[in-house]
């Protein structure tokens, strides 16, 4: 029991002094590290990975293995397109990002997330990098570009398509739903539609289409 005690300090000390997020011992690799290391007495002289083991050789191999894995999906695109879908966000560091998806039947591939902290996010820049991300997928894979509603990226979408005829571009569902929820909400401008509302959302942590769709048939009728 004192090994154990001394074992468990010693992790939870890694955690406090690193500043680690504590669902990480919800990670199932890092329960089947502890694990593995437990039930496999020939490695009791172990020594725990080193910096710059992590960040060179595990690191490329890991891609290796990634990349490996998303192949299959990658073989499919050929086969009845794909959708590229993009829409920005702020990381914890309230960084500007702009991230960009491939959508297919086989499922959905996260590309990358652009740093825009120092650009200016108008249409020239957007529509700079979506072309970049449909060159990468292929532009003959590409079906259709799906950003939300705003102006700019109407602006965008004209642009890929004067630029790519085969590829069009659709306004995100949820982002046109919320667009019309607030018009009507503002003609009407009654307190028990917006109580309702706010019960809604309350209980949805994402305002996702069925729940838009809720708000949108209770208001209408």
């Known amino acids: 029991m004192q090994v154990r005690e001394t074992l468990d300090y ?9 500043g680690l997020p504590f669902h990480l011992v919800r990670n199932p690799h890092y329960r089947k590290a502890f694990s593995f290391a ?12 080193g910096y710059n083991k992590l960040r060179t050789t595990l690191l490329v191999n890991e ?3 990634v990349e490996n894995l998303l192949q299959p999906i990658k073989n499919t695109w050929k086969e009845k397109g794909v959708s590229i879908v993009s829409d920005g966000q702020s990381d914890p560091q ?11 039947k086989s499922g959905p591939m996260f590309l990358k ?7 200016v996010k108008d249409r020239d820049f957007i529509a ?3 072309r970049d991300v449909i060159m990468e997928v292929g532009h003959l894979n590409v ?11 109407k602006a965008v979408g004209l642009i890929i398509e004067a630029k790519f005829p085969s590829i069009y571009w659709t306004p995100c569902v949820v982002h046109t739903l919320n667009l019309a929820l607030k018009n009507i909400c503002a003609a009407k401008n009654t ?28 208001v209408i009728l």
């Open 10 to 18: 010693e992790i939870f000390r890694m955690f406090y002094s690193s």
């Open 38 to 49: 437990a039930n496999n007495n020939c490695i009791s002289g172990y020594q725990p990975l």
């Open 63 to 65: 891609v290796r293995h």
């Open 94 to 104: 309230k960084r500007p990002l702009i991230n960009f998806m491939v959508v297919t």
């Open 113 to 119: 997330a652009l740093d825009c902290s120092d650009e």
């Open 128 to 130: 700079e990098q979506m």
């Open 143 to 153: 079906v259709q570009i799906v950003t939300d509603n705003t102006l700019v990226c």
């Open 191 to 218: 307190e028990k539609i917006m109580r309702f509302i706010k019960n809604v959302v309350g209980s949805h942590r994402l305002l996702t289409v069925p729940c838009m769709l809720e708000i949108l048939s209770w």
